[in-house]
């Protein structure tokens, strides 16, 4: 099996293609990402970090190009497919948490693991210690509003995390935070990512977060460089 979690190789992904306001997004995105590592995106908003998470995500086909995870080559896979794997391999987080409001932070992360089939004891074991590991286990029981900003972030990432998946896919994780409470939430996210031996992608504008990161990555012109 490849020891590699995310193989994207020569993903190009052009929007409204043919007419007058075509927009070419990706040229020509290579990017391996391997067991247990942490790769930081950074790059200004409308340079493509989104549309490439997503085809990463299984949640967009590229034009042209290969999407592999965990050595599974996606293309020509029905939505199907693509979406059980999506489920069971890829975690993604969103700079806004996306929590459900009329359930609590636990119940949050113990619905998809009972979507999944997983007994609701072993679902509610899980969430807690997810929870613990991101300092918000005295809130189980609070529903998101209830919740500051940072802790509704934490509790995003244990949802996303609930699954037990081999890839966390991260849009701009902590930018809808001030930056004290910022940092704190990205080193709750590391501390979770770390301990749980998990792959990241995380897409961010801050510079001093993306260096915490294994590698750097800068989008430029449809392409990634090292920052
Ligand atoms: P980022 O996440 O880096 O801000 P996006 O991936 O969201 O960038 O968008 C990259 C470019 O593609 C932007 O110019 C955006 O306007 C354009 N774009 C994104 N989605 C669509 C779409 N569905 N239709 C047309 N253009 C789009």
């Known amino acids: 099996m490849s020891d590699l979690i995310l193989e994207l190789s020569g993903i190009a992904k052009a929007y409204n293609k043919g007419k007058a306001n075509e927009v070419t997004v990706l040229r020509d995105i290579d990017l391996s990402v391997g067991a247990g590592e942490v790769v930081a995106l950074v790059a200004p908003s409308g340079a493509g970090k989104s549309t490439l998470l997503h085809i990463a995500g299984l949640l967009d ?25 999506r489920r069971i391999d890829v975690g ?29 004891k072993e679902a509610e074991a899980r969430a807690l210690d997810l929870l613990t590991r991101v300092g918000v286990a005295p809130r189980a029981s ?35 935070l001030d930056p004290g409470t910022s940092d704190q939430v990205f080193a709750a996210l590391m501390e979770l990512v770390r301990g749980t ?27 990634l460089v090292a920052l």
């Open 61 to 85: 086909t590229p034009d042209a190009g290969c999407v592999k995870i965990a050595g599974q080559d996606m293309t020509g896979m029905s939505d199907r497919k693509r979406t059980a794997i």
């Open 197 to 223: 031996g998990l792959s990241a992608v995380i897409a961010t504008h801050n510079l001093d977060l993306a260096a915490r990161m294994d590698r750097q990555l800068r989008m430029e012109d449809g392409r």
């Open 142 to 176: 609070h529903r998101p509003a209830a919740l500051s900003g940072g802790e509704q972030q934490r509790v995003a990432f244990c949802r996303a995390l609930a699954n037990a998946p081999r890839l966390m896919l991260a849009d701009e994780p902590t930018g809808n």
């Open 92 to 120: 993604f987080v969103y700079q806004f948490h996306h929590l459900l409001p009329e359930f609590t932070a636990l119940e949050n992360i113990v619905l998809p693991q009972l979507a999944n089939g997983v007994p609701s």
